[in-house]
């Protein structure tokens, strides 16, 4: 059978559909994401998978000056409505290993919730242009990664992570320590990462019901506000 966009697009829409039928979600889905009955006025009746959490009070994330500093973006439904990434690393270790790595090296660190985009690409950019350093990293909920540097391309980013599923421990703290190294202006060997190119086949329809979720949260509004569950 071809795997096309097409069929990805019927898949995810008839998954939806069932967990709107069952109020539950399936075993491999509710890893990483929480029981729908937990929550009764979500999909039944309704265009949203999630209610939109309310960030009343946030502190807007302000531009640093601290040269040491490496700003770490988050997504948007990050220790909210999403709590592990799709390979089912609790996020508050995933965080919590990045920091680790940019300690490691010397570097201070600060966490912000990034409400307007959910391309991890642009987090990233935006947290290297927050970032007193110029170096940020971008953070999907699902744990796709970027390094980016604040004067390069979108596209152009230092190093990306897209394979979420094979991430472990290790590499997010490889990445903080990466990050802290380009800081430093040292010369950084890119982290090993494991390629499986079954990996989008076997984990598209999770991924893209976790996108929706994390799209669903955006606050354009609030640009980028300081988060306190990355602490």
């Known amino acids: 059978m071809e795997i096309n966009e097409q069929l990805i697009q019927a898949i995810t829409k008839a998954v939806v559909e069932q967990l709107a039928a069952k109020g539950t979600q399936p075993e491999e889905i509710g890893n990483v994401i929480e029981p729908l009955s937990n929550h009764t006025d979500r999909l039944q009746g309704k265009t949203r998978m999630r209610p939109k959490r309310s960030y009343v009070g946030a502190v807007k994330a302000k531009q640093g000056t601290d040269p040491k500093e490496v700003v770490i973006g988050v997504g948007a439904a990050f220790q909210a409505e999403i709590m592990k990434t799709i390979g089912g690393i609790p996020l508050d270790e995933v965080i919590r290993n990045v920091k680790a790595g940019i300690e490691e090296e010397g570097m201070t660190f600060r966490v912000v919730k990034v409400m307007d985009t959910s391309d991890v690409g642009m987090m990233a950019l935006q947290a290297a242009k927050l970032s007193g350093s110029g170096i940020g990293i971008g953070i999907q909920s699902k744990g796709t990664t ?25 590499t997010y703290r490889a990445i903080g320590r990466n990050a802290a190294k380009y800081v430093k202006g040292e010369m950084v060997t890119p982290v090993k990462c494991t390629n499986d190119p079954m990996v989008r086949a076997k984990y598209q329809v999770k991924a893209a019901l976790m996108h929706i979720i994390e799209t669903e949260q955006l606050q354009p509004e609030l640009g980028m506000i300081e988060w306190e569950g990355g602490r």
């Not at 979108?154 to 290790?170: C, H, K, V």
């Open 146 to 170: 970027v390094i980016h540097q604040k004067d390069l391309y979108p596209l152009s980013n230092l190093e990306l992570f897209p394979q979420a599923p094979l991430m472990t421990r290790e």
